[in-house]
């Protein structure tokens, strides 16, 4: 059977897996790559229903750099909405907190992009680089022989042979398993419904984070769309609630949703398709080893509430691409646990932090005991009136 040799094959083409295959394309240029996809090539579906209701990312203004660097952030600049300010209440509750691009300061704290133009972007680079993809492709089969790791393909058994795995198919990722690598899943027991919302009045780049009864609602600024002002909705509750909510009609809908969120941001005048997503934490027990990273939700896949999830997996994806560089540059070998070992303990600190945060605040703010709920208003009204906690706080928020 004919082996095609690479020097590194990724699987998974979801946003990380993407982006990890343009930093190498940036950085080693002359590394072979290949992507495999499981699903057929996506990026030429830009239908009407995506343009109002695909899924948002909120970007932090670290990834906003790091997309820069693989020159993708000027096209995707130009089709993202600003986060000038992040507005933090609790249903019921005094403490209040805004935090201002002008406390850091910064153009702004963050950006909001449509997942479907982010993927558009990405594919269009990935097609003008020299990075080879294949599509609804899987791998059967991965063996570790001593000098490679020998791929097995789905499809009638195409024979790949690579120095670097990099698994990246999101999470319960299934060729992590194949490898021997498990994830501990933590069922939150809620669900998000993922919804974009006109507004009656202009959003002025605000975003919200309200924590309520069992769950928080996030709404982030979107550009117009037909010259009505837009705003992502991610509505975080139990699992029953959120079945209520899905099967309301949207006025009903409307109205439950604003009397949660209060009107701050002015009436809700429409919602969109909503979508619902079960909303479990996974990570995995090993994020590398000798030939092997996992990268991206397959590595660790947050709970959403602080919108952190892909802003990690990148910071984690230019690390890695970095140290492959050095080792590069350095003439060592790329996938040895002596490269890997640096990059996993590069990446240890920022991941603790951010892990540790999106896993303490749903439950922060899940609680009703008295004392706790002073503390969470007294430590709002303390950001409030402190701009140097203000700034370290957006500081962690901007990945920086
Ligand atoms: C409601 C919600 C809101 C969020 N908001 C934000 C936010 O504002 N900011 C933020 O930073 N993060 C946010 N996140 C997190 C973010 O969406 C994820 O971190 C990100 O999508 C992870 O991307 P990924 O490429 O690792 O995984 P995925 O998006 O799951 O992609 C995996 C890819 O691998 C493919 N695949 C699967 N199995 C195989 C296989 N066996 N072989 C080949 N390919 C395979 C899949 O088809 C898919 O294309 C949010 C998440 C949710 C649920």
Same mark, same amino acid.
């Given at each position: ?293 996992? @990268? ?10 602080? &919108?952190? =999830?892909? +802003? *990690? !997996? $990148?910071?984690?994806? /230019? ?41 303490? @605040? ?10 706790? &709920?002073? =503390?969470? +208003? *007294? !430590? $709002?009204?303390?950001? /409030? ?16």
């Amino acid at each position: 059977m004919k082996k095609t040799n690479y020097d590194c094959v990724i699987v998974g083409g979801g946003m990380v897996g993407i982006s990890f295959a343009l930093m190498l394309a940036r950085q080693c240029v002359n590394m072979r790559v290949l992507l495999l996809e499981s699903k057929p090539d996506l990026s030429a579906q830009q239908n009407e229903e995506c343009i109002f209701d695909a899924r948002t990312t909120a970007l932090s203004f670290k990834s906003a750099l790091i997309l820069e660097d693989i020159d993708v952030w000027n096209l995707l600049r130009k089709q993202s909405a600003e986060i000038a300010s992040i507005h933090v209440s609790t249903l019921g509750q005094f403490g209040v907190t805004r935090i201002n691009s002008s406390d850091i300061p910064v153009e702004a704290l963050g950006y909001v992009v449509e997942n479907h133009t982010m993927r558009a972007i990405f594919a269009e680079k990935l097609a003008q680089s020299n990075i080879s993809s294949r599509f609804s492709s899987k791998i059967a089969k991965v063996e570790l022989h001593e000098r490679a790791l020998e791929l097995v393909l789905e499809d009638g058994g195409s024979a790949i042979s690579t120095q670097l795995l990099i698994i990246a198919d999101g999470a319960a990722s299934e060729t992590a398993q194949q490898v021997g690598i498990h994830a501990l899943v933590r069922d939150h027991q809620q669900s998000a419904i993922v919804a974009n919302l006109t507004l009656e009045k202009e959003h002025r780049d605000a975003a919200y984070e309200r924590f309520i009864r069992g769950g928080s609602i996030a709404l982030l600024p979107m550009s117009p769309y037909l010259g009505k002002p837009r705003a992502s909705l991610v509505w975080i509750q139990s699992n029953d609630e959120t079945k209520m909510m899905m099967r309301a009609d949207d006025a009903s809908f409307l109205v439950r949703l604003q009397d949660q969120f209060g009107y701050r941001a002015g009436l809700f005048s429409a919602v969109g398709v909503r979508r619902n997503y079960a909303l479990a934490s996974t990570e995995a027990e090993e994020q590398a080893r000798r030939r092997v990273v996992l @990268l991206g939700n397959a590595a660790h896949s947050l709970h959403p509430i602080a &919108g952190q =999830g892909f +802003n *990690l !997996a $990148l910071r984690d994806a /230019e690390c890695l691409s970095s140290c492959i560089r050095e080792a590069l540059d350095k003439g060592l070998d790329y996938s040895s646990m002596e490269v890997l070992g640096k990059y996993l303990d590069s990446r240890w600190l920022d991941q603790q932090k951010v892990i540790g945060f999106t896993k303490f @605040l749903p439950q922060l703010f899940a609680t009703d005991s008295y004392p706790v &709920g002073i =503390g969470r +208003n *007294l !430590a $709002l009204l303390l950001m /409030e009136s402190s701009q140097p906690f203000r700034r370290a706080f957006a500081r962690f928020g901007m990945g920086l």
